[in-house]
Every structure is written in structure tokens, then in C-alpha cells.
């Protein structure tokens, strides 16, 4: 059974760091791509940073880069995204995703998907 669980989110105030894990099961995770999303109210979702199965040179939304950094352990299956300097804006359900093989900055091409951990930021 393909798991992924995200964890860490919570109400934090800007400026603040918190750091999301999603852990995974049932796939081969070393054969995955990974990334994180995030859907505020309304319709649309955004991409926020990708890593390939190697856990190198990560890409990340231009929106956080310098704030955010993924990670990866592919000995525990699990992804991270610290997240420094927290924004109001930055408010939104987080979820990890997988994709097999190489890494993209669409939704669309990630079949694996986690429910998602709330983060909340207050100015």
C-alpha cells in the first residue's frame, strides 16, 4: 500500500522556521522524484520545490528560494522541507508528491500524493 504522510505543519508566526517531513511507504522511493506543493484558499495550487532521487541541487519556486530546502534520506523514505523566515503569504496545505524518475514542476505529472499538513503563518 503506497503511503505518503506529511507531519510538522502548524500556526506559526512570520519570521519563524518549521521543518515538514513526509514519510513514504509502499513504492521504491529511491526511484522517485519528490516535491512539495501547496494549495492556499482557492482553486489553484503551486509548486514549491522538487528533488531528484539523488538529493542533489534541488529546484525550488522562486517564491521561496533562499528561505526554503529540500531534502531527502533515502535510507528512512522520507522528504523534508525546512522553511525559514516564514511569510503570511506563504499560509497554505502543504503535500508531498512523488513522480517516478526525473523530477517536474507540475502537478499534473505526480501520481503519488500525500493528504496534506496545514501550515498556518501569522503576521
Known amino acids: 500500500q503506497v503511503q505518503l504522510v506529511e507531519s510538522g505543519g502548524g500556526l506559526v508566526q512570520a519570521g519563524d522556521s518549521v521543518t515538514l517531513s513526509c514519510t513514504t511507504s509502499?513504492?521504491?522511493?529511491?526511484?522517485?522524484?519528490m516535491a512539495w506543493f501547496r494549495r492556499a484558499p482557492g482553486p489553484e495550487g503551486e509548486f514549491v520545490a522538487a528533488i531528484g532521487w539523488l538529493g542533489s541541487s534541488p529546484s525550488y519556486a522562486d517564491s521561496v528560494k533562499g528561505r526554503f530546502t529540500m531534502s531527502r534520506d533515502n535510507a528512512k523514505n522520507i522528504v523534508y522541507l525546512q522553511m525559514d523566515n516564514l511569510k503570511p503569504e506563504d499560509t497554505a496545505m502543504y503535500y508531498c508528491a512523488a513522480r517516478f524518475a526525473a523530477i517536474s514542476t507540475s502537478a499534473g505529472q505526480y501520481r503519488l500524493w500525500g493528504q496534506g499538513t496545514q501550515v498556518t503563518v501569522s503576521s
Open positions: 509502499g513504492f521504491a522511493f529511491t526511484n522517485y522524484a
